[in-house]
């Protein structure tokens, strides 16, 4: 498979969006502390306000949870992780709408190299590669945190949510729903605040 070689020209690498959330100020501040570190390693990244789970719902985008695991009915009854999986969704939306690849990541990233080169696929990770306990779909590897998404992922993701059910956002980064592969070259890390914002918002 060929590597898709970015432009060094910032206007040219593909656009990425951070997910934060407005009203709580250490979301603020770890979304500040990412994009500093963006900017000085070149990477095209803007602020992308993300849904509070207590304010929106899945009911309010006519989505429904998954119920084919006890786990993620669980999960996603938590306003964090359906406000986590909602952010993400309406940017699956955008990338599969305007038919433009996006790169995802969420506001505890840190960015330690430029972006350089990707493989195509569907998600391409640049963080989260843990192997966790297969689901239904197949398997998943822990973290949403950093990815970059084509129209073709961001389509398959969508009719699975749309004929089966909505699950934890790096749940839906399933071997069984995308065609994924990692980049393994440390350019993106992460660095949690004490509260987590799936499992205590």
């Known amino acids: 498979m060929e590597n898709q ?33 963006a900017d000085k390693h070149g990477w095209r990244i803007k602020l992308y306000p993300g849904v509070n789970g207590h304010v929106d719902t899945l009911s309010n985008h006519n ?7 006890k786990k993620a009915i669980r999960l996603m009854k938590r306003p964090g992780t359906a406000g986590c999986f909602l952010s993400q969704y309406m940017l699956w939306q955008q990338c599969f709408v305007s038919q433009t690849p996006m790169c995802i990541f969420e506001h505890d990233v840190i960015f330690k190299k430029p972006m350089g080169q990707t493989e195509m696929c ?22 949403a945190r950093a990815y970059l998404l084509q129209p073709s992922g961001a389509k398959k993701i969508l009719d699975w949510v749309h004929h089966n059910g909505a699950m934890p956002a790096d749940w839906m980064l399933c071997d069984g729903i995308v065609d994924m592969k990692f980049d393994l070259n440390n350019k993106v890390g992460f660095k949690s ?5 799936t499992k205590d918002l």
């Open 5 to 37: 070689k970015l432009g060094r020209d910032k206007n040219k690498m593909t656009q990425g969006y951070l997910i934060y959330l407005p009203e709580y100020d250490n979301s603020v501040a770890m979304a500040n502390r990412a994009l500093q570190s």
């Open 63 to 69: 989505l429904r949870i998954y119920s084919g695991s």
């Open 122 to 143: 569907d998600v391409y990770k640049f963080e989260g590669f843990k192997k966790a306990k297969p689901i239904p779909p197949g398997n998943w590897y822990e973290g």
């Open 193 to 197: 605040d004490k509260m987590s914002f």
